[in-house]
Nanobody, 113 residues
Framework: QVQLVESGGGLVQPGGSLRLSCTASGIFFSLCNMAWYRQAPGKQRELVAVITQGGSTNYAGSVKGQFTISRDNAKNTVYLQMNSLKPDDTAVYYC???????WGQGTQVTVSS
């Protein structure tokens, strides 16, 4: 049974930082490409960042230079470091085994003063 458990969301002021974590079980994590998506209210879910099994990364243009995706295969965990957060970054963030049917439950990130 595949499980993806996210943590690290919350309320942060504009300009602040958060680090999201997603711990996976039930998969050969080190062989998986992993991704973070987000969905803002009234908008479609969008791809934020991808990290391959080899550690290569790709980002949406809107977060390039602002967010960093990384992974720790020993901990079966993928991270999303989010800096200089803006109100537009407010969304539910989802962990995803890239191009699969497996999703986490989502974690809310709210950027507001």
């Amino acid at each position: 049974q595949v499980q993806l458990v996210e943590s690290g969301g919350g309320l942060v002021q504009p300009g602040g930082s958060l680090r999201l974590s997603c711990t996976a079980s039930g998969i050969f994590f080190s062989l998986c490409n992993m991704a973070w998506y987000r969905q803002a209210p009234g908008k479609q879910r969008e791809l934020v960042a991808v990290i391959t099994q080899g550690g290569s990364t790709n980002y949406a243009g809107s977060v390039k230079g602002q967010f960093t995706i990384s992974r720790d295969n020993a901990k079966n965990t993928v991270y999303l470091q989010m800096n200089s957060l803006k109100p537009d970054d407010t969304a539910v963030y989802y962990c995803h085994v890239y191009q699969s049917d497996y999703w986490g439950q989502g974690t809310q990130v709210t950027v507001s003063s």
